[in-house]
């Protein structure tokens, strides 16, 4: 069973960088989409990039100009580029992939905290 797995997190002060990555376990059939999510407790979960398999990337509002995300299909690898960290970054990171026939797949997360 694929499993999806992020890594990168942590704790950065406020105006850090902090680059997230994650990738599927073991052998599948290619992914389509992907994208970055993020969860604070009592509040929905935040779509904050997504990045098709032609590599056209798409951006949360509050993250624009600040966070970049990019793939390396070889490495069936999703990144998150996150530059000017704020407090209000502070979120667990959770990414999703959509594996080709099988459907989408979400990680655990990673949890990045920036401190003021």
């Known amino acids: 069973q694929v499993e999806i797995v992020e890594s990168g997190g942590g704790l950065v002060q406020s105006g850090g960088s902090l680059t997230l990555s994650c990738v599927p376990t073991?052998?599948?059939?290619?992914?389509?989409?992907m994208g970055w999510y993020r969860q604070v407790p009592g509040k929905p979960r935040e779509l904050i990039a997504s990045?098709?398999?032609?590599?056209?990337?798409e951006y949360g509002e509050s993250v624009k100009g600040r966070f970049t995300v990019s793939r390396d299909n070889a490495k069936n690898t999703c990144y998150l580029q996150m530059n000017n960290l704020k407090p209000e970054d502070t979120a667990v990171y959770v990414c999703k992939m959509v594996i080709r026939t099988w459907g989408a797949y979400w990680g655990r997360g990673t949890q990045v905290t920036v401190s003021s």
């Open positions: 990045i098709s398999q032609d590599g056209d990337a």
């Open positions: 073991g052998a599948i059939p290619g992914i389509a989409d």
